[in-house]
């Protein structure tokens, strides 16, 4: 299985000893940004699985702290559970729907869903030919 979400754990444990929750609310939502950005991007494909994009989106937003970036605030529950278990749970959550998602072998125009949402999405790029996340063709990018 994948090692995308034991990286992303990694980051947020090495930042579990700020002794300030604002200032650990912040710095978490920094970490959850570019993964809510990613997952978003996966999920919002035509091929995605449509009962499996409404789990990861309802994950997103009620579990994400890092909705921040986009002017949204997080949940009072997303909010409470990073101060007091000074963790993601939108990782923790989203780590066992890529589990099922990679289970299900679900085949799309780029191949096999797996487990990794970096690796889905650069399947993807490379297929279509463009880079999504910045919104160049491939050719212009290299």
């Known amino acids: 299985?994948?090692?995308?979400?034991?990286?992303?754990?990694?980051?947020?444990?090495?930042?579990?000893?700020?002794?300030?929750d604002d200032t650990f609310l912040a710095r978490l939502a920094v970490i959850e940004t570019?993964?809510?950005k990613r997952?978003?991007?996966i999920c919002g494909d035509r091929e995605f699985p449509h009962d499996l994009r409404e789990k990861a989106m309802r994950i997103l937003t009620q579990y994400?702290?890092?909705?921040?970036?986009?002017?949204?605030?997080?949940t009072d529950h997303a909010a409470q559970w990073a101060r007091t278990m000074r963790?993601?749970?939108v990782c923790t959550r989203l780590h066992?729907?890529?589990?099922?998602?990679?289970q299900r072998r679900h085949v799309t125009r780029y191949g096999v869903?797996?487990?990794?949402?970096h690796?889905?999405?650069?399947?993807?790029?490379?297929?279509?030919g463009t880079d999504v996340a910045s919104m160049v063709p491939l050719s212009e990018a290299r």
């Open 34 to 36: 570019p993964h809510i």
């Open 1 to 20: 299985m994948s090692s995308y979400f034991d990286a992303w754990d990694r980051e947020v444990s090495a930042i579990a000893d700020e002794p300030d």
């Open 64 to 74: 994400a702290v890092g909705t921040v970036s986009a002017h949204i605030p997080p």
């Open 113 to 117: 869903l797996d487990d990794n949402p």
């Open 39 to 41: 997952i978003s991007l």
């Open 119 to 128: 690796s889905i999405l650069a399947r993807r790029d490379e297929h279509d």
């Open 87 to 89: 963790s993601s749970e």
């Open 96 to 102: 066992s729907l890529f589990h099922e998602i990679g």
